[in-house]
Each structure stands twice: as C-alpha cells, then as structure tokens.
C-alpha cells in the first residue's frame, strides 16, 4: 500500500535532484547520480582521529573523532544542497543527507561508538522564523544511522547572539562562547557524545558547544557536520 502511493505520489510530484533540478529516477535517493559522482566527499571519517577537520580543533577541544561529509565551495554542489536545506525548508533533505553520513561514519570504529547524538540548538527566534532546526534534522538522520539517540535538548541557548556574518574572528568566539549550556546533565554523564551542525567554518559555535559539553561528568567528544568550508 505505502509503494502504491509512494509511486502515485511520485508520478503527481515528481522529485527533482536538489543540485541539478533534472528529474530523479524512482528509487533514485537524494541526489541524481552524476550529481552524487561530483559530489566533494571528505571522506575523513577514513582518518576519524587525523583530518584537516579535527586539525581544526587542535588546541581547543579534545576530540574523539571528527569528520564532515562534504567540502563546502561557493556556487558549488554543496553550496545548493544548504541552500534547499535553509531556505527552500527542505527538512527531509537534511534527514537524508544525515542517514547517508551516518552509514560512512558507522564504518569507523571511534565513530560506531557514539552513544548520543546532540545538535546545535538554534536561536528559538530563528527556529520560528525557518520553521525547524536544520542541525537536528540532520543529527536524526545520523542518528538512524548509528542507531543511537538524539538528544534534543542535550544543549540549550543561553541568550541570543546576533548575526555571526559581520564580525571578526575573535567577535564570533566572545559573542558565542557563553551562548550555549548543557540542557540535559542526566542524560549525558559518562556518554561519548555526538555534536552535530550543518557547516564548520571557524568552529567557534561547535567549540563554545563543545566545551559546555565538556563540562559534565565523563563525556567524551565527537563532531559531525554536513559540510567543512576553507579558512580564508
Ligand atoms: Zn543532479
């Protein structure tokens, strides 16, 4: 009955490919596939411990194990797959790019062994205006796939931090350092705990997240994201 319908409603509203907008074929997931074939895959989860995306932490948050599953270029493919994520409301979009992440990073072992998956809370005020949190659409997914899971209120908002696109380096890192706290201490003692967000670029949101996680009693860290985008 569910394949009946989901093939009616695939003839009514045929899905298109978020990078390309070319038809995808039934069955067809996610992207079409010579989409998926230019795809800029990391593939860091191959080095868990030892990638440019932990490199980027050295100093300021011990970690488990980091990985993102796509670099990040403007007008590139993945530039589109976030812009139908936060713009075009594509929440299942997030969803699946969390499942297929989460099958890579179940291949190894400092990832497999994650016990719960926590995303970046947004702003309430943003979260109203875009109806969701991309972040945890994708931790759900990455949850799915690790079988372990999310914790949505593993961290809560402290205040409001305002647009983080103006400023410097060091504004960013003040202006969030404090803006988060954990929001669930029970549920997270003594876990290996998975933070996840959409993109890292300085790593002051997932480094103020992170350190809160820090704060509670035999956590371990791991961090996720969809995409990595160069330093300039
Ligand atoms: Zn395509």
């Known amino acids: 009955m569910y394949q009946w319908l989901n093939g009616l409603l695939h003839l009514i509203f045929p899905r298109v490919c978020p990078c390309c907008n070319?038809?995808?074929?039934?069955?067809?997931?996610?992207?079409?596939?010579?989409?998926?074939?230019?795809?800029?895959f990391t593939d860091y989860h191959r080095h868990p411990s030892d990638n440019p995306f932990v490199d980027r932490f050295w100093g300021r948050l011990p970690l488990q194990a980091g990985s993102a599953m796509l670099h990040f270029g403007k007008g590139g493919r993945t530039q589109r797959?976030?812009?139908?994520?936060?713009?075009?409301?594509?929440?299942?979009?997030?969803?699946?790019?969390?499942?297929?992440?989460?099958?890579?990073?179940?291949?190894?072992?400092?990832f497999a062994s994650a016990?719960?998956?926590?995303?970046?809370?947004?702003?309430?005020?943003?979260?109203?205006?875009?109806?969701?949190?991309?972040?945890?659409?994708?931790?759900?997914?990455?949850g799915e796939s690790l079988e372990v899971p999310v914790l949505e209120d593993g961290l809560v908002?402290?205040?409001?931090?305002?647009?983080?696109?103006?400023?410097?380096?060091?504004?960013?890192?003040?202006?969030?350092?404090?803006?988060?706290?954990?929001?669930?201490?029970?549920?997270?003692?003594?876990?290996?705990?998975?933070?996840v967000d959409d993109v890292l670029t300085t790593g002051a949101t997932l480094e103020a997240c992170g350190l809160q996680l820090l704060t509670q009693k035999g956590v371990r860290l791991s961090l996720a994201t969809l995409a990595i985008a160069e330093m300039a």
């Open 22 to 40: 070319q038809y995808l074929p039934r069955g067809q997931q996610v992207v079409c596939l010579p989409c998926e074939r230019q795809l800029p």
């Open 81 to 110: 797959l976030i812009h139908c994520i936060k713009y075009e409301g594509r929440r299942e979009l997030a969803l699946e790019l969390g499942r297929w992440h989460g099958h890579m990073l179940r291949e190894a072992v400092a």
């Open 115 to 142: 016990e719960v998956v926590v995303p970046v809370p947004l702003h309430p005020r943003k979260e109203l205006q875009r109806g969701f949190n991309q972040s945890s659409w994708y931790g759900r997914g990455l």
């Open 157 to 195: 908002r402290a205040r409001h931090t305002v647009s983080q696109t103006q400023k410097s380096r060091l504004e960013r890192f003040q202006n969030v350092a404090d803006a988060f706290e954990p929001g669930r201490a029970d549920a997270l003692a003594g876990k290996h705990v998975l933070l």
